[in-house]
């Protein structure tokens, strides 16, 4: 009795028993022995050649598709080609002069938000409440994750945790290469990601892309050095807060926003001067908000798809 | 005279630069085996990426511009290697055939 219990939870935990070893055994031998007896009949042979045959079309159409796929793909280049060439040049004045609301944008974001940036001033001023629900949906997107793939933890539930970090650690074999590499890499990156949020509404970027950018760091981080290394600073615990913080700001600041300025009541946020990083009103910590919900919602989805569990 | 030579030095990188990926391109659809198709992969990655980035660091001068040029070239010979690394490893562990293939390209 107790041996079988033993058994029962030595498969429990993912190892193996040697009864289930001989199983498994024995069903490849047979399955080799058929493999040979289907090889030896011609007929068999037959069968795989025309499967072969039908599958990789070494048949009589051959040099016809050959020859009409190089004609599509030729035909796709020169259509590509010819709408690069046909798209106005960077900079030009005149571009779409026929579009009103283009012209409006172009015209009066700087007035309007402050920002040299025109893509931030839209996003985040005019259709401000746009990217709010852009960034929910990103948090419910994580939430309905969490919910369906994130496991019970090994207090718990003995029976659903499994892997222990230290296994999955293992398996993961620490690369000298990659980890040497993303000791210089990292920082860089993370630097990167947030240049891209800070300077979102003078030059090209913003919270999106930033926080994509510095998730991917972080993603780098755990494959270079392991579960141990990252549960320092970043845990279960630092993803709730953070982006339930992020979210709970945004919100209240675009709400401050919406009734200032629906009601035209006077904004006592100065735009600034046009140019410089603390310009353009509330455009820079609605920035920060949206990056760091983006870095947190892609590190997340990533260790949940991989571990179950940060 | 310079800007003749300039435009001259940009078209043959770039028309090296294209060379070397059709390369890359026919290796990775004509090899057979994995290892092989991420070494063509590779020279797409690194040299001729490296090629248009060089075409372009000649055709804007040397300014600033031209440093940033530079980093990106710096950051896909960091990365290129070290990716293409990791996912030979992983050929390496889980591709069941490796011994047969590696005899049958040796021959």
Redesign the interface.
Known sequence: MKKSSEAFKNWLLSGSDPLEEEMIETLSDDAAEEKQAEEASPRAKKERRSLKQYLYDSGLYRPVRILSSVALCVMLIVMLMATVMDMPYFGQADTLVDSEVSEFYVKHTLEHTGATNIITGIILNFRGFDTLGESHVLFIAVCSVIILLKMTPKEEDPFLHVHSDDALDRKLEKDLILSSLSRILFPLILMFGVYIILNGNISPGGGFSGGAVIGAGLILYLSAYGYKRIQRFFTYKTFKTVSCLALLCYTSSKTFHFVTGANDIHVPISLGTPGTIFSGGLLLPLNIFVGLVVACTMYTLYTLFRKGDF | MLEIVRFAVVAALLIASVVLESFAIFGVNRFRFALNRLHAAAIGDTLSISCVILAAIVYTGFELLSLKYFLIVTLMW??SP?SG??IS?LVVKTDEDIEKEAKEWKN
Do not use: E
Request: no cysteine; charged share 0%.
């Open positions: 960091m990365t070290v690394h990791l490893l």
